[in-house]
């Protein structure tokens, strides 16, 4: 089944150290995400890349980064966790064309990061 | 900017219940969608509505896309145990390909 697919589901690292969530996907979607989610909060997106081209949130900490080498996978960076980067991180993927149906975005499970 | 009112902020219903919640805007929209997000997982696009005054059936779910494209609701009927979590209504915007997310419904079913 084409999927997007988050690893790990959880991530523990301590604080200031350096760490790398990824995303694949197999649906072959132009578009991919990332959100970060707080306990009962709605997820905020954090950028966006339209093929190649990065677009960034304009309330997004310079501290969060992203890659994308190719079609399938992101990546999210996070330079120096601090305790308040602890949440849910949930990449998600949509088809942009003009046909219908291309605003939906697909989610994966979602990597739970402990910042201790 | 686009202002999303989600109603009820949560619900505790006996198991065999219907439910029932609701977005509004105080912007138009084009499209609906509704999300719905197990405890520990990353949401699941439930169902998507394409026009204005649409009624969309998914297995014991409807939602509906307001005449006034302002508005959505969707119902459960019959509740069951495993429809336990939060449900978001998520309209795209029109361009930027970005969704305005509601502040959630969360859903609680008692057996």
């Known amino acids: 089944d084409a999927m997007v697919i988050q690893n790990p589901r959880y991530q523990v690292t301590q604080f200031g150290k350096p760490v790398t969530l990824s995303c694949s996907q197999t649906?072959?979607?132009?578009?991919m995400y990332w959100y970060q989610q707080k306990s009962s909060q709605a997820p905020k997106l954090l950028f966006h890349y339209y093929d190649k081209d990065f677009n960034n949130e304009a309330d997004t900490p310079d501290n969060f980064q992203s890659r994308r080498p190719n079609t399938s996978f992101c990546f999210l960076d996070i330079r120096s966790p601090g305790l308040g980067d602890a949440a849910m991180y949930l990449c998600?993927?949509?088809?942009?064309?003009?046909?219908?149906?291309?605003?939906?975005?697909?989610f994966g499970p979602g990597t739970r990061l402990t910042v201790t | 900017g686009q202002q999303l009112n989600q109603s009820p902020q949560s619900m505790f219903i006996q198991e065999g219940e219907d439910v029932s919640m609701n977005c509004t805007s105080s912007?138009?929209?084009?499209?609906w969608l509704w999300y719905k997000q197990d405890p520990g997982e990353g949401p699941v696009l439930l169902i998507a509505l394409y026009k204005a005054g649409e009624l969309t059936s998914n297995g014991r779910l409807t939602a509906q896309f307001g005449i006034t494209r302002k508005d959505s609701f969707l119902n459960i009927s019959a509740s069951i145990p495993s429809d336990v979590g939060i449900y978001f209504c998520?309209?795209?915007?029109?361009?930027?390909?970005?969704?305005?997310f509601g502040a959630g419904t969360i859903l609680r079913v008692k057996s």
């Open positions: 649906l072959n979607h132009n578009v």
């Open positions: 998520a309209p795209p915007l029109e361009y930027g390909n970005k969704l305005v």
């Open positions: 998600a993927t949509s088809r942009d064309n003009p046909r219908r149906g291309s605003l939906e975005q697909y």
């Open positions: 912007s138009i929209f084009n499209t």
